[in-house]
């Protein structure tokens, strides 16, 4: 089985950004995907090009922050932040064209950094919602880049990064037993979704997880991969 450790939130804050860089460097972590409208951006895409080892993708974002994309009033409130929630179903004004166009923008704002495109996926898990399956699936193939699996995806098997998506490394499943859970699973390749980090001001500012990071950070930098898993 191939396995693919990727850390989500890169470039949200400093203490994110430098919690991925040491769980690739002193552990297990594989890639990360930015947010490209982070707190640490700038400073993420620095420590990127330092360590061309950690592959990089984007994590598309609709429901934190600001848009990256000059015409997107229309998908923010008042106060200039997105209006979604992390539930599709509470977004019933949501409109696929204007949300292509902001994440278009923050695909090229990503690419204007120089690193490769490793790969797509999303804060909250927006690109699986339905309503937006046809934006991903043009992205995908627009930038020729794969997409985290998805259910409302999976019969796109030609974009697919992996053929499943681990998502209990997190909160209480944080343990030391990711790969004895993973072992016999029926897949030939899996990405399992982290979030390690040095806990800062600015991640309890913007973030509702924030302890189970260091927990994670601390596992994923003591753990290694297991001689029957193939590098991804």
Not at 78 to 89: I, P, R
Request: charged share 25%.
């Amino acid at each position: 089985m191939k396995i693919l450790l990727n850390a989500d939130d890169y470039g949200l804050t400093k203490g994110v950004t430098d919690g991925i860089i040491q769980s690739h460097v002193n552990g297990i972590v594989q890639s990360a995907t930015l947010m490209m409208n982070g707190l640490a951006v700038s400073y993420a895409v620095e420590q990127a090009h330092k360590h061309p080892s950690l592959q990089v993708g984007i994590h598309l974002v609709l429901t934190w922050g600001k848009p990256v994309g000059r015409d997107a009033a229309s998908l923010t409130n008042e106060k200039g932040l997105f209006k979604f929630s992390n539930s599709e179903k509470s977004n019933i004004d949501l409109d696929p064209q204007l949300v292509e166009k902001e994440w278009e923008a923050q695909i090229e704002a990503f690419l204007n950094t120089g690193l490769p495109l490793h790969h797509i996926d999303s804060h909250h898990h927006v690109h699986s919602w339905p309503a937006l399956k046809e934006v991903i699936v043009r992205l995908a193939k627009k930038y020729k880049v794969p997409v985290r699996f998805a259910d409302s995806i999976k019969d796109e098997s030609d974009i697919l990064l992996t053929q499943a998506l681990w998502l209990d490394f997190y909160g209480d499943g944080v343990d030391g037993q990711l790969f004895h859970k993973l072992k016999d699973l029926p897949y030939e390749s899996i990405e399992v979704m982290t979030h390690p980090a040095i806990i800062d001001h600015d991640l309890r500012s913007v973030s509702s997880y924030v302890e189970k990071r260091k927990t994670e950070l601390e596992l994923l930098c003591s753990m290694s991969m297991p001689d029957w898993a193939k590098a991804f």
